[in-house]
């Protein structure tokens, strides 16, 4: 592939279905992979350095951190999350896109170091809904659901500076909608601007 | 509908194959349509007034200029064409999406009145295969076809304001583009903004 990968910033509440979103708009495709995180945390059995993610210790990752080698990164857990520059470009360059599901935070961090990052955030259709969804997984407690209903809302208010939003009324469409952002990103003007002057 | 609709600016090379994408992306689609031209030039047999063209006359057409009515303007043999704002702007707010197929520099009076209006540039996927395209129409002549060519080469040059470019080397792809284009732009934060704060 001659054709440059773009770097997709998936964000949206828990709840707003962006995993089922995602994963049905790949389904057969072969041009976006996800990106592999750089972590501090030890690995789990069976999880292998450079797939499931890139381990590092604390040292190296504060040396990552300072030498601007991450387009973004998060603290969780007491264990320290990011995303690797040099691993991006390496698959954007390859011609992949490259997908990224994190918070508004990072993709905050992530639209100042790579400007031309598509940020997508996707929404599930009503806040009502968000809360029967998060009811309908009977797997977080009462105050758990709370705090995420919070935090979506502030999400929200944080989330302008995005370029799409994607309404999940509808996992088929939503997914078409992500595909044809995809494929529109593609087509953009400034992207071509080598070749036309070629041509 | 309560969505609004887009104003999409389609321009591109003679040859290009812009009619033949156009056509067939809106096959079936219920949501697009063409605006309607002003113009001063007299109605031809069969000519509806408001249907193929709104027709005035020229001191009629002076004032439209004057008062800023028409979103571009340009003349041609003598007579002179114009795209009328406020038919535009009506038809959007019934939720439909607007095509203009015009040259660079309408396009470029477009983006300074509408600065929303969405640019698309159609090119061949190479100036010989534009060459061969419009000497495949005989229709031309030898002249008249280099103009042309002419033409397309300073059309690429002026067109770096242009939100998209879709090359035409297969029409069903190209098509294709062009509604996922429709599509991605009917999903940007910003026409979002006020739903999220209401949700």
Not at 17 to 44: H, L
Not at 140 to 150: F, K, P, Q, V, Y
Request: proline share 4%; net charge negative.
């Amino acid at each position: 592939m001659s054709e440059r990968g773009k770097l997709l910033v998936i964000s949206g509440p828990s709840g707003a279905g962006k995993s089922t979103v995602v994963f049905k708009a790949i389904e057969g495709r072969t041009d976006i992979c996800f990106s592999t995180s750089v972590t501090t945390r030890a690995p789990r059995p069976g999880e292998v350095d450079g797939r499931e993610y890139f381990f590092v210790d604390f040292e190296r990752f504060r040396e990552m951190v300072e030498k601007d080698e991450l387009l973004e990164h998060a603290e969780y857990v007491a264990n320290r999350y990011g995303t690797p520059r040099s691993y991006v470009e390496k698959r954007l360059s390859e011609g992949m896109n490259v997908l990224l599901d994190i918070e508004v935070q990072g993709a905050r961090q992530v639209r100042r170091r790579m400007p031309e990052a598509v940020l997508i955030f996707i929404a599930p259709p009503s806040m009502e809904e968000l809360e029967r969804r998060l009811r309908g997984r009977a797997t977080d407690s009462e105050s758990a659901i709370e705090g995420r209903l919070i935090r979506a809302r502030q999400e929200y208010q944080e989330a302008d500076f995005y370029d799409y939003l994607i309404i999940n009324d509808d996992v088929e469409k939503a997914a078409a909608k992500l595909n044809a952002i995809i494929e529109a990103e593609h087509c953009r003007f400034s992207d071509w601007a080598d070749w036309l002057r070629l041509h």
